[in-house]
């Protein structure tokens, strides 16, 4: 069976402090595929991140920060100097390589406290 | 501009009285899907269409119904409401290889 786990409900943090938001997933598939949505209080889910399986090399892109590990099946999350602008439910997916089924964590809250 | 579009936005509805949510994407993508959205328990996958005339169940498809008819369009069918329908439905589609494309949501309130 898939799973996905945030096991951090809300989180609270104030600006410009570093935040790592954590994923834990559960699968016996072999390929699979890994994302991150961030859903802002306007409700619309913005896509973060896809990350197959094959691929374990940390990505950077400004100030987001992903560390995928197979050994510990976790996909975190990191934001650095975070903002105002970065409060939002984030959410961690796994996608099997039928590529038709999504599991989703429960979500993460996270507040910038300016 | 490439978007999925689903109408309405907000409904509010009676127990038992049919409704339809509509949901189409303008970017020839050949998977469809509908989540919903409720706290705590994230997004929930309800059906999911690889192609046109195919569709299947997701997780919780009890009560809810679909069809795709055309590659565009995927709508979810309530035939009979109920108020533990309440919630935030998304539809989503892709392809193979690429990330899912979400519409912006749909809040149904079933009374």
């Known amino acids: 069976a898939q799973k996905v786990t945030q096991a951090q409900t809300e989180i609270s943090v104030v600006e410009k402090e570093d935040v790592t938001l954590d994923c834990v997933y559960e699968t016996r598939d072999t390929t699979y595929y890994l994302f991150w949505y961030k859903q802002p209080p306007s409700g619309e889910l913005v896509f973060l991140i896809r990350?197959?399986?094959?691929?374990?090399q940390n990505e950077i892109s400004g100030r987001y920060s992903w560390n995928f590990q197979k050994s510990t099946s976790s996909f975190n999350f990191t934001i650095t100097a975070s903002q105002v602008v970065d409060s939002a439910v984030y959410f961690c997916?796994?996608?099997?390589?039928?590529?038709?089924?999504?599991?989703f964590g429960t979500g993460t809250s996270l507040t910038v406290i300016p | 501009e490439a978007q999925v579009t689903q109408n309405p936005r907000y409904l509010i509805t009676v127990t038992g009285k049919k409704l339809t949510v509509t949901c189409s994407q303008n970017?020839?993508?050949?998977?469809m899907s509908w989540y919903r959205q409720d706290p705590g328990l994230g997004l929930r996958q309800i059906y999911y269409s690889m192609n046109v005339e195919v569709t299947d169940k997701g997780d919780v498809p009890e009560g809810y119904k679909v069809s795709r008819k055309e590659k565009r369009n995927f709508p979810l069918i309530l035939e009979s409401p109920s108020p533990n329908q309440t919630s935030l439905y998304f539809c989503?589609?892709?392809?193979?290889?690429?990330?899912?494309?979400f519409g912006n949501g749909t809040r149904l309130t079933v009374t």
């Open positions: 970017m020839n993508h050949e998977y």
């Open positions: 989503a589609s892709g392809n193979f290889d690429s990330p899912l494309h």
């Open positions: 997916a796994l996608e099997r390589n039928t590529g038709n089924q999504f599991y």
């Open positions: 990350r197959n399986s094959f691929d374990e």
